[in-house]
């Protein structure tokens, strides 16, 4: 079945540093990607949607220029946090839909822990 | 907008008893509608949607759910809970011109089952 994987699983960084996330769709071509938020214990928070070739949509409150998305390919979207704080430790989550299958799929997450 | 509320953020059944978690959606438009499994540290599982086709929607490991206009709602049931079934579920809505433009999740609910 289609996968969408996402690395690191895990990253702890100092504050003020910044975090690269990818997220790859492994068998399929994704022309959409969609970020999400996860506090502990809470539910999906969506951030942002990723289509190829242009400039991502951020839902609102999200700040674009702290949560950097790019999506250079058909099969890879990435999340930067830049200058990343305390507060920006979360879980986050991407999913890649598949637009032949009308299907969605989501990735392991990544656990970002900043100092 | 759409909006999603889930009845309870845990529920406790005994194994082998009915599983009902409960799903209520606002929406301006005829909505496309989800739920999904996440187990700990994991991303999210597909359990079933519903696109309009059938209001009683059959989804996997023994999941359904009723999509009921009148009232809103998108319950999702199991006749028979199993251990392995304790996780987090989310309902999720979307509204878009395709079944994942903006899915938008409910707090979730933490099921717990009891040998």
């Known amino acids: 079945g289609a996968v969408v994987s996402q690395h690191p699983s895990w990253v702890i960084c100092k504050s003020g540093t910044s975090v690269k996330i990818e997220c790859r769709s492994l068998d399929f071509q994704a022309t959409t990607m969609f970020w999400y938020r996860q506090f502990p214990k809470q539910s999906l928070m969506l951030m942002a949607t990723?289509?190829?070739?242009?400039?991502?949509?951020?839902e609102q409150g999200v700040e674009k220029d702290k949560f950097l998305i790019n999506h250079a390919s058909l099969t890879l979207s990435t999340l930067t946090v830049t200058s990343a704080h305390p507060e920006d430790s979360s879980f986050y989550i991407c999913?890649?839909?598949?637009?032949?299958?009308?299907?969605?799929?989501f990735g392991p997450g990544t656990r970002l822990t900043v100092l | 907008a759409q909006s999603v509320t889930q009845l309870g953020s845990h529920v406790s059944v005994s194994e082998g008893a009915l599983v009902l978690l409960r799903c209520n959606y606002s929406?301006?438009?005829?909505?496309?509608l989800f739920w999904y499994v996440q187990y700990p540290n994991q991303g999210l599982q597909l359990l079933l949607k519903y696109t309009s086709a059938a209001t009683l929607v059959k989804g996997i490991n023994g999941f359904e759910a009723e999509f009921k206009k009148s009232e809103t709602s998108f319950h999702l049931t199991k006749p028979s809970a199993h251990m392995s079934d304790a996780a987090e579920y989310f309902c999720a809505v979307s509204e878009g011109i395709t079944s994942y433009d903006k899915v938008i999740f409910g707090p979730g609910t933490s099921l717990s089952v009891i040998p």
């Open positions: 990723s289509n190829e070739g242009s400039k991502a949509t951020y």
């Open positions: 999913s890649a839909r598949n637009a032949a299958s009308d299907t969605q799929y």
């Open positions: 929406s301006s438009v005829p909505p496309y």
